[in-house]
């Protein structure tokens, strides 16, 4: 494996995925690439309403563009201090469309990805639309991770 994909959020599946991925590219001495998604109107669709004043969804947008620039910059920091090269980008529109389509245009030999903690009532549970979606549809390897599982106080 030469390089590594990998698509975080800000949950605890996205983080671990995230974790992952800069130690698997530090051992493969692999390149790793970092996205995100922001998904088209599904903020805008989440604060429309009566009561909403379009400054107020401006404001969210940011926010929440803000936390997942946050997010990357995390990303990329724990990856240069392991001496992984690594490039971020912020990308719009449907999740799972995206991350394929990067994954195609970059090259990428595997696909990492946070487990979904929408749980459906389908043969997957615990794996949401858009995971799905990646699984069924990647041109390479996927890999989904879960969430890292709280230790036990006093173990490394």
Known sequence: MRRVLVAVDDSPPGLSAARLAVELCAGWRA???????????????????????????????????????????????????RGVPVTTATLRGVAASRVLSEARSWRADLVVLGRSGQHSHSATPGLGSQVRHVLEFAEVPVLVVPADRPRPAGTP
Request: charged share 25%; glycine share 14%; aromatic share 0%.
């Open 31 to 81: 390149e790793l690439r970092v996205v995100t998604v922001l998904a088209d109107g599904g903020l805008d669709a989440a604060l429309a309403g009566p009561a909403a004043h379009a400054d107020e969804v401006a404001a969210a947008r940011e926010r929440r563009g803000g936390g997942l620039s946050a997010v990357l910059g995390h990303v990329e920091s724990q990856a240069r201090a």
